[in-house]
Every structure is written in structure tokens, then in C-alpha cells.
């Protein structure tokens, strides 16, 4: 099994991969478990523990399977795919020691297992084992992406070996896909700076910053260079570019008042090893990203061996764990990002809103609120909490809180025009249509095309008889923008039942519930429309299916109530009648 082979549309096509060669694919599923768990695998046999690992595999359990496949290794420890097994669920645990141990008695299986070279020569960079670094990590190389990692991080040994001429040379040498070109000239521009080549840094970084301006550590690099060799109005040009392009990062807004404070900051890279761990956190949260987490997980796990306290890099793994429903380990990751980073505020943020994953939303509220009171002006802390409401059902409640962030919103603008959007939606379940109204009109006042705002306020009217016209107008707005969003698709089927249009009800409905088919509402309108058309027998379908698709309790016993005597009113003769009508709507 290979670990570190990937293919090279991970980087450049956001999917999920599908067939890659690395051998952590190879135990689907590892991370899905909420927690690890400590099974005793003291009592079970070798092929119980064996039959136990796998199962825990496909429990995505990461704990359970590197406690069991030791335990079976202890019977056969000299078995290849045992030891890979218990490897990859080791360093996918993050437990390096083990990791490290396991990688030893590979390589005396197999002196050219890739996964164990890499992993043994991030431990050289570690101990400043520079030579011995850089033959393990040579040996790794497989694919583009592990290409791309082992030149950079040979090139960190050489500095480490206080050789920057050869170091920028390994990484020029590299060829390869024109995505290279941005983690080559970053490195090449960080190592140039630690080794104090002033001139030939700044080559690189405003090469790299042409190519992305918007790459938060490009920017960081190259705004902290700037600001330590007197060009103070560079700097800050640089940070503004890109807070204009994404307002309000934490690490750029810090950046950007010392400067403008003459404060010159630090390099982003100081040392081989943290140039190291820059490398595998760059490439393994773009790899994360793209739908390779396991990855992505692997490398995550090897930059934080290297730097602990990287706050990116934890927060990228945090978000990995969410990815694959795994909130308690994201609120592990959350909890270590440091406490002087501007980062960890933004950390205790996503940490209430994994509490509230796991069903500890009274939990999740109290450590919003206690983060409100210490900073009433923190607008992302309030949203979370009336988001968590609203999740909740709390409808009353998550209105008042969104009215405190629109509160302190002196002159909004388009980007805030979710914040109406979801009083807007608290109002209206709270039964205040007039201020739910104004609250979507606000909306689209501020970003007129939002297909979510049309669809929500044009469904409302129709669905209450009042400006039917101007509604229908606006779910075909929102349908045009989004075709394929079975939600906005189903406003337009059920806007046209309204309007007594069934036949075109029934053909958006129809395609609403082939989008939808898991939603009980959508199933609900389309059983509406086959009994207003004549096809009893299949709105009574739709009606089951419906209800076995939980429902809101309230609308449960409506669809119950239409099981047994059909719509209100409208039996099967009276439906043969409408359907006989000339179209009178839409």
C-alpha cells in the first residue's frame, strides 16, 4: 500500500478521489467515529483482533483499528500488510511514536517502502539529521505530489545544512505542472530569507505574489518581508489587496495594524524545520481540500510533528475531522490551537459549533454567550449562536440574536445580506410575516439576485395568495439560476399548484422529488398535485413515502389525515373535474 502516491488531478479538481494508489484509501472510511475508542485487545485471539481491526476500519474508527492491528502483529509481526495496516491507522491517529517504530520494521521488510522513507526523514529533519533527512526523503518520491514534497523539503535540509545555493537550485531543478510554480517560488523566496538573500527573496515573493495574490501565506510572506526592509507602504499595499478580495482575516487584519503601527514582523519561516512543516501544511490542506483527506491527513499530522503549535495547520485539520463528521477530534484540534494566535477566537468559534454537532447544544450556546460577553462586538460569535438556534428550532430566540448583529451593522452592505436573510427566516417561523417580509426585502435590497432570497420570499407570498404574480416571477429567477437545486425547483412546482397550473406542477415536482428524492415536503407536494390531476393511487404513494421520511410533526398528521380521506375537500370525483379545466395559471 502506498500512502503518499496521489494523482495529480487532487490538486487541480475539486472531487473526491476516487482510485489513488496511497494506502490509507485502502482502509476506507478510518476517521468517521465521533471519538477514538480503547478497546482491550489484550483477550482476543490473533485472527480476532485481525477480523476486529478491519471491522473497526469500517466503523472509521482510527483508535480501535491501530489498537487492533498491533495486537495482531504481536502474533505475526513480521506480516507485511499487518504492519502497513497498523502503520497508516497510526499515523492517521497521530500517534507518532508508534508511526516512527512501525516505520523502523518496515524498512527492515522492505528497504524501499516510500511511505516509511518519508515519514523516517521528517523525523531526521527533527533531530537536525540533515544528511540522513535527505536520503529517506529521496527515496519517497512517487508521483507529482510526492515530487513536489521531497524536493522542498530536501531543499529545508540543505539549508539546514547552511547550503541555500543548493537548496534554491534543488527546487529550480524541479519540473513539472504549472501548479508547482506557487509552492516553488514560495519556498525558494522563504529560504532566500532566512539566509538573509535579501534581493534574491524579494525576486521570488513578488514573482509568487503576481501569481496568487490572494494566497494567505504568499500575502504573509511577502507582506512581512516588505515591512522588515523598509517598504512600509508596499506592505501594507499588499495585506489591503488582499483584504479587500477576503475582509476581516484575523492574521492579515493583526498584520496590517502593526504595520501601519511601524512594527516590522517577523519571517514566516525561521528555521529548516519550520520550513518543513510549512511544506507538508501547505500541500496537505490544499490536498484536504480537494477532496483528499486521507492525504491530507497524513501530512497535516506530519507538519504539526514538526511545529505543534502551527495554528493553520490545526485548523486545517480541525476542518478535515468536520469533513468526515468527526467532532470530537475537530474540537481536540480546535482546543490546541494557542492562545496568543489571532487565530483562536475563530478556533473557540467552530469548537461551540462541534459541541452543538454532538448534541451539546446548551454547551455549545454557553461557550458563545461567554466569548459575547467578553467581546459584545463579535459579530461572527453572535452569528454562530442565532445559526445554532435556528438549527434548533428556536426560532424566537435565534431572531433576537440576529437583530444584535444587525444592530451593530451601521451601513450594510451585500455582504450582509444573510444576516436579513436568516431573521428573515426566524421571523417567518415565528409567525411575524411583516417583519420576515422586510427582512427578505431588506435581503434582496442589498444582493437583488440571491436565488435563496427570491425563492424564500416568492414561495411565501404564493403560499399565502398575496402578490402572485411578482412571486412567480421570483422563483423563475431563482430557477434560472439554479436549475438543479431541488428546493427552488419544488417553490416552482408548488407555485403552480397554487395557481391551479397542475399539469406544469406535476412536471417540475416530478423533477423536484428526482432531486430531492430524501425530502418529506417536496414528496408531500407532489402526492398534492397527483390527487388534484386524478392519479389517486400514486398520491397515496407519495403520501407514504412522505411519512416515512419524519416529517415535522405537524405536517405528519396533515399527510396522515390525507391517507385516509384524501385532500380537504377534493375527493376523486372533484379531482376528474380539475383536471378536465382548461390551465388557469402560471
Known amino acids: 500500500m502506498e500512502i503518499f502516491d496521489v494523482t495529480l488531478s487532487t490538486l487541480i479538481k475539486p472531487v473526491a478521489i476516487a482510485a489513488t494508489a496511497f494506502g490509507i484509501l485502502m482502509l476506507p472510511g478510518l476517521l468517521a467515529a465521533q471519538a477514538p475508542t480503547k478497546p482491550d485487545a489484550s483477550r482476543t485471539s490473533a485472527s480476532g483482533n485481525y477480523l476486529a481491526a478491519r471491522h473497526a476500519v469500517q466503523q472509521r474508527d482510527a483508535a480501535a483499528a491501530a489498537t487492533y492491528f498491533r495486537a495482531a502483529l504481536r502474533s505475526d509481526p513480521k506480516n507485511p500488510d499487518l504492519l502497513q495496516r497498523a502503520f497508516a491507522a497510526a499515523l492517521t491517529e497521530g500517534d507518532m511514536d508508534e508511526t516512527f517504530r512501525l516505520a523502523e520494521r518496515i524498512i527492515q521488510i522492505n528497504k524501499t517502502d516510500r511511505d516509511a522513507r ?116 508596499e506592505a501594507l499595499d499588499v495585506f489591503q489587496t488582499f483584504d479587500k478580495a477576503l475582509p476581516r482575516h484575523p492574521l492579515v487584519t493583526q498584520a496590517m495594524a502593526k504595520v501601519e503601527a511601524g512594527q516590522k514582523l517577523p519571517p514566516l519561516v525561521q528555521n529548516a524545520q519550520a520550513g518543513a512543516a510549512e511544506v507538508l501544511y501547505g500541500i496537505g490542506a490544499v490536498i484536504g481540500r480537494r477532496g483528499g483527506e486521507d492525504l491530507g491527513l497524513a501530512y497535516l499530522q506530519l507538519a504539526l510533528y514538526l511545529d505543534p503549535r502551527h495554528p493553520l495547520a490545526l485548523l486545517s485539520l480541525a476542518d478535515l475531522y468536520e469533513t468526515m463528521k468527526k467532532s470530537q477530534l475537530a474540537i481536540d484540534m480546535y482546543r490546541r490551537v494557542p492562545h496568543d494566535s489571532p487565530l483562536h477566537r475563530n478556533a473557540e468559534i467552530q469548537l461551540a459549533a462541534n459541541l452543538d454537532s454532538l448534541g451539546k447544544t446548551d454547551e455549545a450556546k454557553d461557550h458563545l454567550r461567554k466569548l459575547i460577553e467578553e467581546n459584545p462586538s463579535d459579530l461572527e460569535a453572535i452569528l454562530m449562536l442565532g445559526h445554532i438556534e435556528r438549527s434548533r428550532k428556536q426560532y424566537a430566540e435565534c431572531a433576537v440574536t440576529y437583530g444584535r448583529v444587525i444592530d451593530q451593522i451601521k451601513e450594510p452592505t451585500r455582504a450582509n445580506w444573510n444576516v436579513f436573510y436568516s431573521r428573515g427566516i426566524c421571523n417567518e417561523r415565528n409567525k411575524d410575516w411583516p417583519g420576515a417580509e422586510a427582512d427578505f426585502k431588506k435581503a434582496l435590497e442589498l444582493y437583488p439576485d440571491r436565488a435563496d432570497v427570491l425563492n424564500y420570499l416568492g414561495y411565501s407570498w404564493i403560499d399565502q395568495g398575496i402578490n402572485l404574480d411578482e412571486g412567480m416571477k421570483m422563483i423563475r429567477r431563482a430557477v434560472e439560476q439554479k436549475p438543479d437545486d431541488g428546493y427552488i425547483v419544488d417553490s416552482l412546482g408548488w407555485a403552480y399548484f397554487r395557481l391551479g397550473n397542475y399539469e406544469e406542477a406535476v412536471k417540475h415536482l416530478e423533477r423536484a422529488v428526482e432531486i430531492r428524492p430524501e425530502d418529506p415536503t417536496i414528496n408531500d407536494h407532489l402526492g398534492d398535485v397527483y390527487w388534484k390531476v386524478g392519479r389517486q ?18 405536517e405528519l398528521v396533515k399527510i396522515q389525515e390525507k391517507l385516509k380521506n384524501g385532500l380537504p375537500g377534493d375527493g376523486p370525483a372533484a379531482a376528474a373535474e380539475q383536471k378536465s379545466k382548461p390551465d388557469n395559471g402560471g
Not at 538573509?196 to 521570488?204: S, V
Not at 393511487?537 to 405537524?554: G, I, R, T, V
Open 118 to 233: 518519508l515519514v523516517l526523514g521528517v523525523r531526521a529533519i527533527k533531530n537536525k539529521q540533515w544528511q540522513t533527512a535527505r536520503s529517506n526523503i529521496a527515496q519517497s518520491v512517487r508521483g507529482p505530489v510526492t515530487d513536489l514534497t521531497s524536493a522542498l523539503l530536501i531543499a529545508w535540509t540543505q539549508l539546514g545544512s547552511n547550503d541555500s545555493k543548493a537548496a534554491v537550485e534543488t527546487i529550480d531543478r524541479l519540473q513539472g505542472p504549472d501548479w508547482y510554480n506557487i509552492f516553488k517560488d514560495q519556498h525558494a523566496g522563504l529560504i532566500l530569507d532566512v539566509a538573509n538573500r535579501k534581493k534574491d527573496a524579494a525576486r521570488r515573493f513578488e514573482r509568487v505574489q503576481k501569481l496568487d495574490g490572494t494566497n494567505l501565506r504568499v500575502v504573509e510572506s511577502y507582506g512581512s518581508f516588505l515591512s522588515r526592509h523598509g517598504a512600509k507602504g
Open 537 to 554: 393511487l400514486e398520491a397515496q404513494f407519495q403520501w407514504s413515502h412522505a411519512a416515512a421520511l419524519k416529517p415535522e410533526p405537524d
